[in-house]
């Protein structure tokens, strides 16, 4: 069946596209059943899963089971009854199948942010003799931010380096004691190559750290093959478990037992339940809990990772590689020359699974579209991004999404007073 779709596609993308195409495309998908199983609402095109994944339907009873019946009816005996105490060992391992890790190498817990900083510490401890945080400018900001505030914590002469991505490989030099970098970038989509730059970061003697936020249940990732030594991702984007999701974080088991956890909590501990008076951290990958975990948050991002697990990423990285060729074709077809410049990669082999334009008035076209039902986003100063999330994403909404953008700009009905006003969240 893919093979259909691949020719039935080349035959058109050198000629105009119309809709009956991408129809076509639908009713030959063979991800298209997952669709049914995502709470969608009607008369909306959801692009913009690479900032909040759509909410499986088997989320909310899931969920309802936790809160009334393991909370509710059990109490406190859920812990060993129902598997709470499991639980991010649980979801870590299966996010590590995701993302090729070996067992015991993922756990969830905290946010991206925390994760950040606690495999930021780790880095610079396997490397004691470096000062030399290496990063990109345009890195999302928290990386940033965190590496900045750890550097300036610890007061042992820790600087951050940026680099542009082009030129990463040639500034990872002798002094750098960990190369910081998110592999698909949340702006523009442009995406690194793991393998050769942790290569390099190795040949150097650097510690490689990367940030999957963009990267988990979209893209195919081996962490085992890369020989990558840390890494981090969130649990709301293509993972769809819920606005503000616990993230999770990968440690090599190489390095696992060399290293003490900057933050030193009570669940990390080799023992909890025995109250020590002084820190005995657990083996392996648990260590790097801290707090008991956030059980109903939890349970919903556990719903997500199974049900991406039941879809190959193989096949989901083809679809949104396609959806995103379909997209700029659309916009070239449908849009006046020049209306809309492309801040992505122009080759979707080095992009993920979301395509970015810029745009004078970027803000208020997408205010705009989000009104008449096509939810994309914005990201300052003047990029619309647009996410594929190919397990709920058709292909005909593309054709309705561009349909709807070219009519906005036609009439500029993006340039009214409600459309400019800027919001809290963008």
């Known amino acids: 069946m893919t093979g259909t779709i691949t020719t039935f596609q080349h035959e058109f993308m050198t000629s105009q596209i119309t809709r009956a195409d991408l129809e076509a495309l639908d009713r030959a998908d063979p991800l298209r059943p997952f669709r049914d199983r995502f709470a969608l609402p009607e008369g909306v095109i959801y692009l913009d899963g690479n900032s909040l994944g759509a909410m499986p339907k088997a989320t909310p009873e899931r969920v309802r089971e936790v809160v009334e019946d393991e909370w509710g009816r059990d109490l406190i005996r859920s812990w060993n009854l129902n598997g709470w105490v499991d639980i991010q060992q649980r979801t870590g391992a299966k996010i590590g199948r995701l993302i090729g890790a070996r067992e015991g190498e993922t756990v969830v817990a905290d946010s991206t942010s925390v994760n950040v900083f606690k495999a930021l510490a780790a880095a610079l401890d396997l490397r004691p003799d470096r000062r030399v945080i290496l990063s990109e400018p345009a890195n ?55 393998q050769r730059i942790t290569e390099r970061a190795h040949a150097r003697g650097a510690i490689m750290l990367w940030d999957l936020a963009h990267s988990a249940g979209a893209v195919p990732v081996n962490l085992t093959a890369a020989d990558v030594d840390l890494a981090v991702g969130c649990g709301y984007k293509f993972l769809n478990g819920g606005p503000g999701a616990p993230a999770f974080i990968y440690v090599a088991e190489r390095h696992q037992r060399n290293i003490m956890p900057a933050i030193a909590g009570w669940w990390g501990h080799a023992a909890p339940f025995e109250f020590q008076q002084s820190f005995r951290p657990a083996s392996g990958i648990d260590r790097f809990t801290v707090g008991a975990p956030a059980i109903i948050s939890l349970t919903a991002l556990e719903v997500g990772v ?75 100063p003047d990029i619309m991004r647009f996410g594929f999330t190919p397990l709920y994403l058709g292909y005909a909404e593309l054709w309705d999404a561009i349909a709807t953008l070219e009519s906005i700009l036609a009439a500029r009905a993006w340039d009214r007073p409600e459309y400019h006003a800027r919001t809290r969240v963008t």
């Not at 900045?148 to 990872?172: M, N, Y």
């Not at 849009?335 to 992009?351: D, F, K, Q, V």
């Open 140 to 194: 999302f900001p928290t990386d940033l931010y965190v590496a900045e505030g750890l550097a300036r914590h610890l007061g042992r002469g820790h600087t951050l380096r940026v680099a542009e991505p082009d030129d990463i490989e040639s500034a990872i030099t002798d002094d750098v004691a960990v190369v910081m970098l998110t592999h698909v970038n949340y702006r523009t989509g442009r995406m690194h190559d793991m």
């Open 306 to 380: 199974d049900l991406m697990l039941e879809a190959p990423i193989e096949a989901l990285r083809a679809k949104s590689v396609r959806q995103g060729e379909l997209f700029e074709q659309l916009v070239a077809q449908e849009l006046e020359p020049g209306t809309l410049e492309l801040a992505s990669p122009a080759s979707p082999a080095n992009r993920g699974s979301q395509i970015c334009f810029s745009h004078s008035s970027g803000w208020p076209v997408m205010r705009a579209l989000i009104a008449r039902g096509v939810i994309g986003d914005f990201r300052a």
